[in-house]
């Protein structure tokens, strides 16, 4: 079975610039999260999606972080403009229903450095 | 709001030492809770999880935990740790359907 597919693995970029995060969730996972992870800290939940629906996205900075998941598969994070406190692991994670009473299934993350 | 706190931030074990890292999670209802591993270069996994009923959890690898609902505690113990433990150890909880990680745990082997 498949795991989760992450893209891109590294990226560097100026702050103020753009920068976006693919995500192919597990096969038949029906929902999605995205996690940012600062150095020295746990996950931290950024939103997380049921099929093509947002869940809950509470935890995201709407006024620059933007996410979609279109067709209830893959998943798209976008970061526009960048700032220097954006650098992060962003991790995106499956599982197979709603709420967390089963496993979530993450991805190797993509790592944002912001200059 | 629901918070989970690690105090062991790194530790350094010898092979075979016996490991406890603690984890303390505050929320008032009912929880869920979960060790989550990140070995070198690999991606977070599932260790161990506690849904209910006995409260002495046992995951792969020779991993336990234990619930202690009057401590708010559960708290990730092997009897004999080997090289390959090296990690990073992430408590979670999921109480209101959000699930909340703590600021994890680097363990450190030497052999």
């Known amino acids: 079975e498949a795991g989760v597919a992450q893209s891109p693995r590294y990226k560097i970029i100026e702050k103020r610039q753009s920068v976006a995060f693919w995500c192919n969730p597990i096969?038949?996972?029906?929902?999605l999260y995205w996690y940012q992870q600062i150095l020295g800290q746990g996950p931290k939940l950024l939103i997380q999606?049921?099929?093509?629906?947002?869940?809950?996205d509470s935890q995201l900075p709407k006024d620059r972080f933007s996410a979609e998941r279109l067709k209830g598969v893959d998943s798209t994070l976008k970061i526009q403009p960048a700032k220097l406190e954006d650098s992060a692991v962003y991790l995106c994670?499956?599982?197979?229903?709603?709420?967390?009473?089963?496993?979530?299934?993450f991805g190797e993350g993509s790592r944002l450095t912001v200059l | 709001a629901q918070s989970v706190s690690q105090h062991n931030h790194h530790v350094i074990l010898s092979e075979a030492a016996s490991l406890e890292l603690g984890c303390n999670y505050s929320?008032?209802?009912?929880?869920?809770l979960f060790w989550y591993v990140q070995y070198p270069g690999q991606h977070l996994q599932l260790l161990l999880k506690y849904f209910s009923g006995d409260p002495l959890v046992k995951g792969i690898k020779g991993f336990e935990a234990e619930f202690i609902k009057s401590k708010f505690s559960f708290n990730l113990r092997k009897p004999s740790v080997q090289w390959s433990d090296t990690a990073e150890y992430f408590c979670?909880?999921?109480?209101?359907?959000?699930?909340?990680f703590g600021t994890g745990t680097r363990l450190t082997i030497i052999p």
């Open positions: 979670a909880v999921n109480g209101n359907e959000k699930l909340t």
């Open positions: 096969s038949g996972h029906a929902t």
């Open positions: 999606f049921q099929n093509n629906g947002v869940v809950d």
């Open positions: 929320y008032g209802g009912t929880v869920n």
């Open positions: 994670a499956s599982s197979t229903r709603r709420g967390f009473t089963g496993e979530l299934f």
